[in-house]
């Protein structure tokens, strides 16, 4: 086990590159006469895991499973204090193999928490938040000083629907001895003074993704069963039968148009239905405008099938496919200009 002592701040602003503030922090460090060395970055991906209720978010612990370009690795923390803008953390750290890391997945995590977490035994563990980060990292020393300074670039991800936060900034300051522990104060407050678009931040990842999670809608997507796909489609094809039926019994149009058109209408309301239950698509659930671009799809749709069927209606259906492909493209040319919008998805 070892303790773990750090300083975090993030900015306030969402304009800044890694690289901007790698420059201004080295400056900085150098003006100070700190020596600067080990420049590297890493991308890291954290799967974090916790019962339902968030037990160990409640107890001040983490479990996570960490993946960077030398494997992957289970990693506990427990906090020990916390003053603004530092947190000092007992971790304990194993090298993991994918097949371990697989196996630790199928057992619910039971083994490590029947060993380190006996209040929560029995209770399920499931799959929270991934964070994906980009870090670059340096150290900095000077006399008896020594620190590990961490630029974070991040983005949150709910695992269940995909859904991903816009990318956040971090800076983590990491004393490597007591005595560089003792003045990490000095430094964590400096770095605001010079630089006030930076704050002091008394929060992990963790915590801060758990609250990106609970603002999501609270409905969590589930995968249509079976039995209910079976009874869509078979009640499509029915409606599709009888609208065929009834056009051929009463029109004089030829039967392949009314097939063409009465499929076009049933494929067009099966994609709009489908399509945001794809992960990819996902961003539809939480458009500003999703409404309007659900009336907008259904008003193209019926007019271009309504193009097929009828001659005589086919010019006027022509102009309401023209509108209802404006319509969609101002729909969405509208919700990608809306902010909150913007705070629901990755936007690098």
């Not at 400096?190 to 678009?197: C, H, M």
């Not at 004089?252 to 698509?281: D, E, Q, R």
Request: glycine share 4%.
């Amino acid at each position: 086990m070892t303790i773990n002592a750090q300083a975090r701040l993030y900015s306030k602003f969402f304009y800044h590159s890694p690289n901007e503030i790698l420059k201004r922090l080295k400056t900085l460090f150098q003006f100070s006469n700190f020596k600067i060395s080990g420049e590297t970055q890493v991308i890291i991906t954290d799967e974090y895991f916790d019962t339902d209720e968030k037990s160990l978010l409640k107890s001040n612990s983490s479990l996570r499973v960490r993946k960077n370009n030398n494997g992957y690795f289970l990693i506990i923390k427990e906090s020990k204090k916390r003053k603004v803008g530092t947190i000092t953390r007992n971790v304990i750290e194993n090298k993991l193999s994918e097949k371990e890391y697989d196996n630790l997945k199928h057992e619910k995590f039971n083994s490590i928490i029947n060993k380190n977490f006996i209040e929560i035994i029995g209770f399920d563990i499931i799959h929270i938040v991934t964070i994906i980060n980009n870090r670059n990292i340096f150290f900095i020393k000077k006399d008896d000083e020594e620190y590990k300074i961490m630029v974070d670039y991040f983005h949150i991800e709910e695992p269940l629907n995909k859904i991903v936060s816009k990318s956040q900034m971090e800076i983590e300051i990491q004393a490597s001895d007591g005595t560089s522990l003792k003045k990490l104060d000095t430094i964590k407050i400096k770095i605001p003074e010079i630089y006030p678009e930076f704050i002091l931040k008394n929060e992990t990842k963790y915590e801060s993704s758990i609250k990106f999670i609970e603002n999501l809608p609270k409905t969590r997507k589930k995968k249509d069963s079976p039995l209910k796909i079976l009874i869509y489609t078979t009640s499509l094809i029915i409606i599709m039968l009888i609208i065929i039926i009834n056009l051929k019994v009463f029109t004089n149009i030829s039967i392949s148009k009314i097939i063409t058109g009465i499929s076009v209408l049933t494929l067009g309301l099966s994609i709009l239905y489908y399509i945001p239950k794809l992960f990819f698509c996902n961003w539809i659930n939480y458009h500003p405008n999703k409404l309007g671009l659900y009336i907008a799809s259904v008003i193209f749709i019926i007019a271009v099938s309504t193009a097929i069927i009828f001659d005589k209606m086919r010019e006027k259906a022509l102009w309401t496919v023209a509108f209802g492909v404006l319509s969609v493209i101002l729909q969405l040319i509208g919700g990608f200009n809306n902010i909150g919008f913007e705070d629901k998805m990755k936007k690098n």
